[in-house]
């Protein structure tokens, strides 16, 4: 079975620095996709960034990079210079290979309080 | 733009109502899910479906049923609900390819008392 670990329940950054949200995961499969989601006070999931288990290179969208180490299991979330905006909770997911329930499984989320 | 409804945002509802969430795609996804998401457990798979007709449960599928008649609609059924089905419920889609990312719906805050 696949696991998602968000150990940080909440951090807080000052506007215009960098901040990392952590995520380990536990999977038995070769073929994976982690996801990271952000989850504003209004509810809506926004999809920010995707990494294959195959991708060479480090996700980069924007001001959102996704730092992977395959060997140590963690696809961290980077976000630079920290806006407002930025305030909501994230989440860590993986996504199933196409073999098996091609869903998500989610860890318990990260707020963010970006502080002025 | 993608687009992914749920048919209400906020319901109240009696212990032992059958209780009908209704989700609608307009992407011609595949794929269609329902997720429960309480504080501290982030969103737990409840069923999912892959094609018409077709149903597979998730993590946490007691007390809930769905129904996938066609392509856009994925409802989710609550037969009698229970004050611990009070949740957030979102609905999500996506293709089936594996690195396609779910769409989600806004969400629907589902009271039971």
């Known amino acids: 079975a696949q696991k998602i670990t968000q150990t940080q329940p909440g951090m807080f950054v000052q506007e215009k620095e960098a901040v990392t949200l952590d995520c380990t995961y536990d999977?038995?499969?070769?073929?994976?996709?982690l996801f990271w989601y952000k989850q504003p006070s209004s509810g809506e999931m926004i999809f920010l960034i995707y990494q294959g288990s195959y991708d060479e290179q480090n996700a980069t969208e924007g001001r959102y990079s996704l730092n992977f180490q395959k060997a140590r299991k963690s696809a961290n979330l980077v976000i630079s210079a920290s806006q407002l905006g930025d305030s909501a909770m994230y989440f860590c997911?993986?996504?199933?290979?196409?073999?098996?329930?091609?869903?998500?499984?989610f860890g318990s989320g990260t707020r963010l309080q970006v502080q002025p | 733009d993608v687009k992914v409804t749920q048919s209400s945002r906020y319901l109240v509802k009696r212990t032992g109502e059958k209780v009908f969430l209704e989700c609608v795609q307009d992407m011609d996804h595949e794929n269609m899910f329902w997720y429960r998401q309480d504080p501290g457990l982030g969103l737990r798979l409840i069923y999912f479906s892959y094609d018409v007709k077709m149903k597979e449960k998730g993590d946490i599928p007691e007390g809930y049923s769905v129904s996938r008649e066609k392509k856009e609609r994925f409802s989710l059924i609550l037969e009698s609900a229970s004050t611990n089905q009070t949740s957030m419920y979102l609905c999500?889609?996506?293709?089936?390819?594996?690195?396609?990312?779910?769409?989600f719906g806004p969400g629907t805050r589902l009271t039971v008392t």
């Open positions: 997911a993986m996504r199933e290979p196409y073999t098996g329930r091609r869903a998500l499984t």
């Open positions: 999500a889609s996506s293709f089936i390819e594996e690195a396609y990312e779910q769409y």
């Open positions: 999977t038995s499969d070769q073929s994976y996709g």
